[in-house]
């Protein structure tokens, strides 16, 4: 349920509003947006009583919300969130690109790397020091080593950098050295590691499960906002489906369908849907014809020396070229 304040009530008035949904045993969760205060009732069990709240001072309406998840929705929040990283900000209607290799291997390697996507307009770099590997005999990461070279990269190109954090046991760490932290595809649902983030005063990204509906994907952001993390941002990186000309199968849909359902921002990562490269080019430009809040690319400086996912890594050159033509797209879906 949701309880929308009358416009530019005082403090005092928004307080006892909360103090007597409080009373009654549920949290009270403000939400700013626009020019009035709206006040989510979580942890109901049933339905509420609109009338309990209805009669306050400064109370306009109560809405009930129908949908399992609440933070994350548009019911509760209409205005588009934005997360603002460095020089980007996700969800102004701009398209921030954050680029990067699979895995930090070396200074030497991110150093490079960087530079080149920087000068292609990347404002993020991304590369993982913890890696999820389908293989335990595959390499695993770099892991404080490589979140030192990511600070380094930080400290050499001002680009704020993304890294995933793989488990609650690591996230201290992690999160001391990320700009943006990433919790990927196969532990979309690991609720402890959720709710750790939502501690975080880091921002997250939020991979898309393997086979994730909307609605359960919605619900694990949802495990991040209630912990009092607000600055979630979706990403779609490619489902699970009987294919096999492609990695995974990049949901095109989704995104419109989570814009409706959401206020959250929704970004798209074409590398881990396609898998090949030829593939992440036009998979890209498709993530930029359909007004996505993002981007985010592999790119490696010897792709076939990586030491994971080589193949779905774009060349420097390649990136450039890509680059130029998803802004020109942009710039077209952004004509109204
Ligand atoms: C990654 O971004 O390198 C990664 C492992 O992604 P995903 O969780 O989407 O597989
Ligand atoms: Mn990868």
Redesign the pocket.
């Known amino acids: 349920m949701l309880v929308v304040m009358e416009k530019g009530i005082p403090e005092k008035t928004i307080q006892a509003c909360i103090n007597a949904i409080e009373k009654r045993g549920y949290t009270a969760r403000p939400i700013p947006g626009g020019d009035r205060v709206s006040i989510g009732i979580l942890h109901n069990t049933g339905s509420v009583d609109a009338a309990h709240f209805l009669g306050l001072d400064g109370v306009k309406e109560v809405i009930p919300v129908t949908k399992p998840y609440k933070l994350v929705s548009r019911e509760f929040k209409q205005e588009n969130t934005r997360i603002k990283v460095g020089d980007a900000v996700f969800g102004d209607g701009s398209l921030p690109v954050i680029a990067g290799p699979?895995a930090v291997e070396s200074l030497e390697q991110v150093l490079s790397i960087a530079g080149s996507v920087k000068k292609a307009g990347a404002l993020l770099f991304r590369g993982?020091a913890f890696k999820?590997r389908t293989s335990p005999y595959s390499f695993q990461g770099l892991e404080k080593k490589g979140l030192e070279f990511l600070a380094a990269v930080r400290e050499e190109t001002g680009l704020p950098v993304v890294t995933?954090v793989m488990d609650v046991e690591n996230f201290d760490i992690v999160e001391q050295y990320a700009d943006v932290v990433?919790i990927?595809?196969?532990n979309m649902q690991n609720f402890s590691l959720l709710k750790r983030a939502g501690k975080s005063d880091k921002p997250v990204i939020l991979?898309r499960g393997m086979s994730a509906t909307l609605q359960e994907w919605l619900m694990a952001a949802e495990y991040i906002m209630a912990e009092g993390n607000n600055d979630v941002i979706l990403c779609e990186?490619g489902v699970r489906t009987f294919v096999r000309h492609s990695r995974n199968t990049l949901d095109l849909s989704v995104v419109p369908a989570a814009k409706k359902e959401s206020h959250l921002p929704i970004i798209v990562?074409p590398s881990?849907a396609a898998g090949v490269r030829d593939q992440v080019i036009s998979l890209a430009l498709a993530s930029a014809a359909l007004g996505a809040d993002g981007v985010m690319i592999e790119v490696h400086n010897k792709p076939e020396e990586a030491m994971s996912?080589g193949a779905q890594s774009l060349y420097p050159d390649q990136f450039i070229s890509v680059m130029d033509k998803m802004n020109a797209i942009h710039q077209i879906v952004e004509q109204k």
């Open positions: 699979c993982g999820p995933e990433q990927g595809t196969r991979k990186r990562d881990h996912d």
